[in-house]
């Protein structure tokens, strides 16, 4: 990894801040340290935990629970998230994760995380791609609405009429399950994406296809140029700010708060979803395990997604909409050990696949949650001049 990417990002007043109270850091670069101390809540003490991510239930080692992540930017530690103190910065708020089954997955984890505070109660169950429940002695709303490129976007019909494994992803129309129906109603919203994208997919712009990504040799694909992973995930991030700060400007709620939690990768080996892959480790990765900066495409597209936050806010009143972000890439680039693997109901998803994607729930996915409450609690002061 670059010396860029390992050295503090937090500087000049704020990083004066960070020494003296931990208050203000840079979380996104670390490694990960025993703790015994284990997670805040246990499956036996979440009652929505779903048999997808119970990997204790289906007789996973519990080994992966005891690490925490320890950030080397500016702070000597990264809190983990009290479910009482989360509850009070949130306290009549609406919070919604907007992405693919791994934003669910977040969400599944701060569901359990909060209910050791306050049992919560189910509005919606998947309605229209939403699922929504409330804790009402807080006035907190917490959501997790799916959408897959955060763009609209159609499956790709084969010659017999049958869907195909290929979306048509229209660059310039975001998802209206979030852009038209929810938006307006948040106070923060937590955009993530990019899982969807490695496969073959097409882009539109004025309902007419103009690029392709992982296209190169399909037939379907003409003449079309390919233009990458990570430039398909900058262009639907780069729409998604777009359309909440068009948002911010009139519908939204004043002070809206969008994060952009970055690419997290799945740890297949020996194969992947269909073929066999696996993922077997007992212990987070170490440093020369993990894929280098130059040689992972997560990485492109993390940076991708940090360009286009940081663009966003220069143009963006933060009194209007902030932007933020949720830097996770490397923390969970090392945790190939934190993944269902085999260890899951196999009657709730991935038709008894490896799943190497997910994460298990109590696991690394909950140090997610510690970097929201960070950020949350950082949003309730006036911006800094020289953030990222």
């Known amino acids: 990894m670059s010396h860029s990417v390992r050295s503090v990002l937090c500087s000049g007043a704020v990083q004066k801040r960070a020494e003296e109270n931990n208050n203000s850091c840079d979380t996104s670069v670390g490694r990960w340290v025993r703790d015994p101390s284990g997670p805040a809540y246990t499956a036996a003490t ?11 239930k289906y007789g996973k080692d519990p080994g992966h629970l005891y690490w925490r992540w320890r950030p080397d930017g500016g702070c000597d530690h990264l809190p983990r998230s009290s479910p009482a103190r989360f509850l009070a910065a949130v306290r009549g708020k609406r919070l919604a994760f907007i992405g693919d089954s791994l934003a669910r997955n977040h ?13 919560p109660t189910k509005v919606s169950a998947d309605d229209d791609g ?3 429940w409330r804790f009402p002695a807080h006035g907190f709303t917490l959501m997790a609405i799916t959408t897959r490129f955060l763009a609209r976007a159609e499956e790709v019909l084969g010659g017999d009429g049958r ?6 992803v229209h660059l310039d129309a975001p998802d209206p399950v979030w852009a038209s129906r929810r938006l307006r109603e948040l106070d923060y919203a937590v955009f993530s994406t990019g899982n969807w994208f490695f496969r073959v997919n097409y882009f539109s712009e004025g309902g007419r296809r103009v690029t392709c990504s992982g296209c190169s040799g399909d ?12 430039h398909a995930v900058r262009r639907v991030v780069r729409a998604a700010l777009e ?7 009139g519908d939204c709620k004043r002070g809206l708060v969008a994060f952009v939690r970055t690419y997290t990768p799945s740890h297949f080996e020996h194969g992947s979803w269909f073929d066999g892959g696996y993922c077997n480790r007992t212990r987070p990765l170490e440093e020369d395990e993990a894929p280098s900066w130059d040689q992972s495409i997560g990485w492109d597209v993390r940076r991708a997604q940090i360009e286009e936050v940081t663009s966003a806010r220069k143009t963006t009143p933060a009194t209007t909409t902030r932007f933020e972000v949720l830097d996770v890439t490397k923390a969970m ?6 993944h269902p693997g085999r260890h899951y109901d196999k009657r709730s998803a991935g038709g008894g696949a490896n799943d190497c994607l997910h994460w298990c729930i109590p696991g690394p996915i909950d140090m997610w949650n510690d970097v929201l409450l960070h950020k949350i609690a950082e949003t309730a002061s006036p911006p800094a001049t020289n953030l990222r």
Do not use: I, W, Y
């Open 243 to 249: 359309a909440t700060a068009r948002c911010g400007d």
């Open 130 to 132: 939403v699922r929504e």
């Open 333 to 338: 680039m090392l945790r190939a050990d934190g």
């Open 107 to 119: 969400m599944e984890s701060l569901l359990c995380l909060l209910s050791q505070a306050e049992a």
């Open 219 to 230: 037939a379907d694909a003409g003449e079309l140029a390919d233009f990458g992973v990570a």
């Open 163 to 168: 869907p195909t494994a290929s979306f048509d």
């Open 46 to 56: 979440c009652p929505t935990l779903p048999g997808s991510k119970n990997c204790h």
